[in-house]
């Protein structure tokens, strides 16, 4: 018979969501590449007689392991290089103040400082910056081989070995990570098309969702690539128009969705086939068994499927029409010293990298006064636990000491049985696929797979064997510590969740939405980048509202106040995108004084989300001509001003 656990030993969501592994595919070439790069540097260090050699070499891969996460050949050499580059700088910087007593640690905070500082950029400069400051620590606090320049070409070498066996098959698949990933964003299409206009919402609204994020990589994607040509590759501006082909699909779904009618099932089974020809580069199709449409939101989908299947289908795009839809991403030296700049000027920056700052500092000075073993492991603790883009402090300090926990038992198995010497290989061969396998899941369980690892070279390093493990779990729980008091409970905005300015922010834009599709000067283009721009927004959002509820009380119970809005405000937005489908293929255009009206609430009640604590009351008089395309959008603006009352 089962048995309820009693009130006081059931544990709390935060922390189950805390602990709840996320789901992801098993990227098996990432396996394969992790197991080969980290296994076959340190057997060639043995072989050499040079085991030290090899360690290194394999640390270094390790980090290229955690980089190597694009599909894409182009940003497998942006994500692994560019962070290599600077985590030589950082061992070098290191290796030259190793024993310099207070130099050092002045000098590792102030690389503290800028890794804290650039990690705000993006993600190539966020990984960038952490292994600025981790080979930083690590040549500040380990005697590495000399001269000064061996550290830093053996942890790049390893981090390169990686990107080589990530390449070996660019001349053979060549676009095809691109294509792969348009057509993955087609049948995101089909799927939304399926549940739209059925009872299925909430259906609907996760496939809402997942065409988003998944848009949102392929132009990431794409433009990524596109940035750095300067000629223009028929392939990519094929691959350009047929992602811009789907704007007018996402403008149609919304509107389908509102008319309660479920699309014919020759509609997705269409854009299936869309699929199958993107992801082989075909420009050839099966005909197109399409009912006629009889109603405005019938021939609007009519019409963007037909138009999609042209894009398809076409031999040769106009390279022009893709510049006016998305506009061309500025030169790289541009964009560098545009980020350069900002960096210099963000308050954000400069306060999480003084944050940063503080917390290595005093790691750093505590160590310098205090005899520690290993000492080096704290300030790598702290830099891990306070990444800026890695989700919650508080979460991360948690799940660092349980993943260490949980390493350092199979890391006791390993030093306790496994030899010194060639049994190493083998036993890194089985464990370096852990690391690409566990890390999708979550932050404790990549920490479970790299803790044994780094252990066991260290080993090599050191041959301490189990002495090692004591004061890995003492340094790790001190860096946590320290990252948690210096770095959190200090720093009042830990304790606040950012999203109610972010959807503050959201209900602005939405506002400025709404003048765009029915001003008299609309321009198509700049509408579907606003609606796509705030699709993105809300999906950031939402991540935001994720992370704020693996914090304790009361930070988690306020930010589950506002998922509600977060709803309301995602299906404000597909209301006004159906509103002028609804226009655009024969309903009567709303009139000047009906778009001021909902643009006023929409714009005051941005100002009451901004500027409350908490939910306060508002007015809901919200009126207009019956029939009007707007109806649905103002009773979506309304339920957003009545969910902003109390209860």
Not at 197 to 222: F, K, M, W
Not at 223 to 235: E, Y
Not at 616 to 632: C, K, M, N, Q
Request: hydrophobic residues 50%.
């Amino acid at each position: 018979m089962s048995r309820e656990f009693p009130i006081s030993l059931t544990p709390p969501d935060w922390l189950v969501r805390n602990l709840k592994p996320q789901q992801a595919p098993v990227n098996g070439a990432a396996v394969a590449r992790a197991a080969l790069a980290m296994a076959l540097p340190l057997a060639l260090g043995l072989a050499a007689g040079r085991p030290a050699y090899g360690a290194l070499a394999s640390m270094g891969a390790l980090s290229g392991v955690i980089g190597d996460t694009a599909d894409a050949y182009r940003m497998r050499v942006l994500n692994i290089a560019v962070p290599q580059f600077f985590g030589a700088v950082g061992v070098a910087l290191g290796t030259l103040v190793y024993g310099h007593g207070w130099y050092a640690v002045a000098a590792v905070t102030g690389v503290a400082l800028v890794s804290g500082m650039i990690s705000t950029i993006g993600a190539v400069a966020s990984v960038s910056g952490l292994l600025l400051l981790l080979n930083c620590v690590v040549g500040a606090g380990l005697p590495l081989p000399s001269p000064w320049w061996l550290a830093p070409a053996l942890l790049t070498g390893g981090g390169l070995l990686v990107l080589l066996l990530g390449l070996l098959a660019w001349p053979l698949r060549a676009g095809v990570p691109e294509r792969a990933a348009v057509a993955a964003t087609y049948r995101t299409v089909a799927t939304l098309l399926t549940t739209a206009g059925t009872d299925r919402t909430e259906e609907y609204e996760e496939a809402r969702r997942t065409v988003t994020h998944s848009l949102n990589q392929s132009y990431d994607l794409i433009l990524a690539r596109r940035a750095r040509q300067h000629g223009r590759s028929p392939d990519l501006t094929r691959l350009l128009a047929q992602l811009n082909a789907i704007t007018p699909v996402m403008e149609a779904a919304p509107a389908a969705h509102l008319a309660a009618r479920p699309l014919p099932p020759e509609i997705p089974a269409a854009f299936h086939h869309l699929a199958d020809a993107v992801a082989t580069g075909s420009n050839t199709l099966p005909p197109l068994h399409l009912p006629v449409p009889t109603t405005e939101t019938a021939r609007a989908v009519d019409h963007a499927v037909r138009h999609t299947a042209e894009v398809v289908t076409a031999p040769d795009v106009d390279p022009r029409g893709i510049d006016d839809r998305l506009g061309r991403p500025a030169a790289l030296g541009i964009r560098t010293a545009r980020a350069a700049r900002n960096v210099v000027l963000s308050a954000n920056s400069w306060r999480y990298g003084v944050r940063l700052a503080v917390c290595i500092g005093i790691a750093q000075a505590l160590v310098s006064l205090i005899p520690v073993p290993r000492s080096y492991w704290v300030a790598l603790t702290i830099t891990f636990v306070l990444k800026p883009d890695f989700g919650s402090v508080f979460s991360r300090a948690l799940l660092r000491a349980l993943g260490t926990v949980a390493g350092l038992l199979i890391a006791a198995v390993v030093l306790a049985e496994v030899p010194l010497g060639w049994w190493d290989v083998p036993v890194l061969f089985l464990l370096a696929p852990l690391i690409p396998v566990l890390t999708p899941r979550g932050y404790g369980y990549q920490t479970a797979a790299i803790t044994p690892v780094i252990l066991i070279l260290s080993d090599v390093l050191n041959h301490q064997g189990t002495a090692l493990l004591m004061p890995r779990l003492a340094d790790s729980l001190l860096g946590c510590a320290i990252a948690l008091t210096a770095g959190y409970l200090l720093w009042p905005e830990s304790w606040h969740t950012r999203v109610g300015d972010r959807l503050a922010d959201a209900v602005a834009d939405t506002a400025a939405y709404v003048e765009a599709a029915f001003g008299p000067h609309a321009d198509p283009p700049a509408r579907a980048r606003m609606r796509r721009r705030l699709y993105r927004d809300l999906s950031v959002i939402r991540t935001e509202f994720q992370r704020a509820l693996t914090e304790p009380p009361p930070t988690g119970r306020r930010a589950a106040a506002w998922w509600p809005l977060v709803v309301a405000v995602e299906r404000i937005v597909d209301a006004t995108t159906a509103a002028r489908v609804r226009v655009r293929h024969g309903a009567a255009a709303p009139s000047t004084a009906e778009i001021t009206q909902v643009t006023l609430q929409l714009r005051e009640l941005s100002e009451g989300v901004r500027n409350a604590e908490t939910l306060i009351a508002v007015r809901t008089d919200l009126t207009g001509p019956a029939g009007s395309v707007l109806e649905p959008l103002r009773q979506e603006v309304a339920a957003a001003r009545s969910i902003a009352s109390p209860r």
